[in-house]
Nanobody, 115 residues
Framework: QVQLIESGGGSVPPGGSLRLSCEVSESIARLVTMSWYRQVPGQEREMVARINTKTEYSAAVKGRFTLFRDDAKKTLYLQMDNLKPEDTGVYVC???????????WGQGLQVTVSS
């Protein structure tokens, strides 16, 4: 079973930064799509950023968030800069193995942006 360990959540003022990490128990080097989603109060869950052969971002975060992965460390990172109050929510890491069509969700991290 694939296991995900997330870290890096917290509380920051508007304009601040956070870096989220998602360490995976299995290799993410080949045929794996990694993503961060968020659940914002009052809204449905949305995909924030995703990486496979390309990197994609939602319109809400593009230009402020950067997604990257370290295959040797089996870790996915989300660098979040210039955070806004509307970024507040629970951020969840997702693993998807293409060969076995296996999807796994992390536990979720609370991110709070407020004055």
């Amino acid at each position: 079973q694939v296991q995900l360990i997330e870290s890096g959540g917290g509380s920051v003022p508007p304009g601040g930064s956070l870096r989220l990490s998602c360490e995976v128990s299995e290799s993410i080097a080949r045929l794996v799509t990694m993503s961060w989603y968020r659940q914002v109060p009052g809204q449905e869950r949305e995909m924030v950023a995703r990486i496979n052969t390309k990197t994609e971002y939602s319109a809400a975060v593009k230009g402020r968030f950067t997604l990257f992965r370290d295959d040797a460390k089996k870790t996915l990172y989300l660098q979040m800069d210039n955070l806004k109050p509307e970024d507040t929510g629970v951020y969840v890491c997702r693993y998807y193995g293409l060969e076995k069509r296996l999807g796994v969700w992390g536990q979720g991290l609370q991110v709070t942006v407020s004055s």
